[in-house]
C-alpha cells in the first residue's frame, strides 16, 4: 500500500508523458523525408517538441540545433518527473543523473584535448545542470585545457578519479573516457544500498547487473574482433562487477583464442537462454533488445516502483537517439529502407 500511494501520481504522470513518444510509424514517415526543414515540420505537429519548435522557423535551423532541442525535450521530461517525486524517487533520479553528468565532462574533454576551434557550446545545458547538478557549466566552459576543466570540477564527486589519473604519463581521451565509465558504475553499484529500500534495490540490481554484463560482453568482443587486443589490456576495460557473468566466465571470455571461440562461450551463459548471438544483428541491436525487454516487463510486473521511472527515461532517451541517427541518415541521403535498418530496435 505505501509504494501505491507514494506513486500513483507520479504512475499517471508518466502515462502521460509516455502517450507523446512517437510510434513505430512516426519513424516510418520520418525515414521518408528529405531534410532538416521536413523532419522540423514533422516534429512541429508532435507535442513532445511543439513548445520548443512552436516559434521557430525550421529553414534556419542545422543538424546540431535540432539536437540541442531533443536534449531540452529530456531535461524537461526529467524535470516533470522530479517534481512529481518524493523523497524517495529523488534519491534515484539524483542517481540516474550521474549519466547526464557523465557524458557532459566527456564532451568537455573531447573540446580541451582534440584543440577544437568551436568554444563550448553549453549555454542551452546551464538551466537544468544549475537547478539539479553538482557540476557548474560556468566554470567548465573557462576550460581551455584538460588539467583547467578538472580543476573546474573540484567540489564534485569527479574531481578526485580524473585528478588521479592526470597525475599518470600520456593519458588519453579514451583514459579519460574509460576512468568516468569505471566510476560512474562503480559508484552506482556501491550507492544502491544507500538510496534504495529492499524490493526497488532488487529492480535496480538486475536491472543494472544485466546492463553491466552486456556492456562487458560487447567490449570483449570489439576488442578481440576489431583491436586484436591482449587480455591483460581488455581486463583493464571491463566494469569490476560481476552479476550473471562470473568471474571464471569472464576469464575464459577474455582468454578466448578467436570471436568464433567467444561466441561458443557467450553461448554457454544464461543470456543465451533469451538471446541467441549467432542472430545477424549487432551486439549494440542485442544489448538494446535485452535491456528493453527488462525494463518494460519490470514495469509491467511492478509499476509502482522505480522501474516506472527508469523505463521511461530510457524509452525517451532511445527515442532522441533514433531520432539522431534517422537525421545523420537522412543528410546522407540513404534511402527509407536502410535508414530504417539504421535506426533499428523497439519503439512504443
Known amino acids: 500500500m505505501g509504494n501505491l500511494l507514494n506513486y500513483s501520481g507520479i504512475v499517471t504522470k508518466v502515462h502521460a508523458m509516455q502517450a507523446k513518444l512517437l510510434k513505430p510509424s512516426d519513424f516510418d514517415e520520418i525515414a521518408s523525408l528529405h531534410n532538416v526543414t521536413e523532419i522540423v515540420s514533422y516534429l512541429k505537429e508532435k507535442p513532445a517538441y511543439a513548445d520548443f519548435l512552436r516559434d521557430i522557423d525550421e529553414t534556419k535551423l542545422h543538424r546540431g540545433d535540432i539536437e ?78 584538460t588539467d ?105 571470455m577474455v582468454e578466448a583464442g578467436t570471436p568464433e571461440e567467444l561466441l561458443v562461450l557467450l553461448n554457454q551463459t544464461r543470456y543465451a537462454k533469451n538471446y541467441d548471438f549467432e542472430k545477424k544483428i549487432t551486439l549494440e541491436q542485442m544489448y538494446f533488445e535485452c535491456i528493453y525487454h527488462l525494463f518494460t516487463i519490470d514495469r509491467r510486473r511492478n509499476p509502482y516502483t522505480i522501474a516506472t521511472l527508469n523505463t521511461y527515461l530510457f524509452l525517451k532517451e532511445t527515442e532522441i537517439d533514433k531520432l539522431t541517427t534517422a537525421m545523420e541518415c537522412i543528410r546522407y541521403s540513404l534511402s527509407p529502407g536502410d535508414t530504417l535498418a539504421y535506426v533499428g530496435g523497439v519503439t512504443e
Request: aromatic share 16%; hydrophobic share 35%; glycine share 2%.
Open 68 to 145: 540541442k532541442i531533443l536534449i531540452q525535450s529530456l531535461y524537461r521530461d526529467y524535470t516533470k518527473l522530479y517534481r512529481f517525486s518524493g523523497m524517495a524517487q529523488r534519491k534515484y533520479l539524483k542517481l540516474y543523473l550521474k549519466r547526464y553528468e557523465i557524458n557532459l565532462i566527456n564532451y568537455c574533454l573531447r573540446i580541451v584535448i582534440n584543440h577544437y576551434a568551436e568554444p563550448f557550446d553549453l549555454n542551452y545545458k546551464r538551466p537544468f545542470f544549475d537547478q539539479y547538478s553538482q557540476i557548474s557549466i560556468e566554470k567548465l566552459i573557462a576550460s581551455r585545457t
Open 148 to 252: 583547467e576543466l578538472i580543476d573546474n570540477l573540484k567540489g564534485t564527486e569527479y574531481y578526485e578519479p580524473l585528478h588521479k589519473l592526470r597525475e599518470s604519463n600520456s593519458v588519453t581521451l579514451f583514459d579519460y573516457d574509460l576512468a568516468l565509465d569505471l566510476y560512474y558504475f562503480t559508484t552506482l553499484w556501491s550507492e544502491r544500498k544507500k538510496a534504495l529500500k529492499k524490493k526497488e534495490r532488487e529492480l535496480f540490481t538486475r536491472d543494472y547487473g544485466t546492463k553491466i554484463d552486456l556492456l562487458n560482453i560487447q567490449w570483449i568482443y570489439r576488442a578481440k574482433k576489431y583491436f586484436h587486443m591482449q587480455p591483460a589490456d581488455i581486463y583493464a576495460l571491463l566494469v569490476p562487477i560481476h552479476y550473471h557473468l562470473k568471474t571464471e566466465m569472464i576469464k575464459n
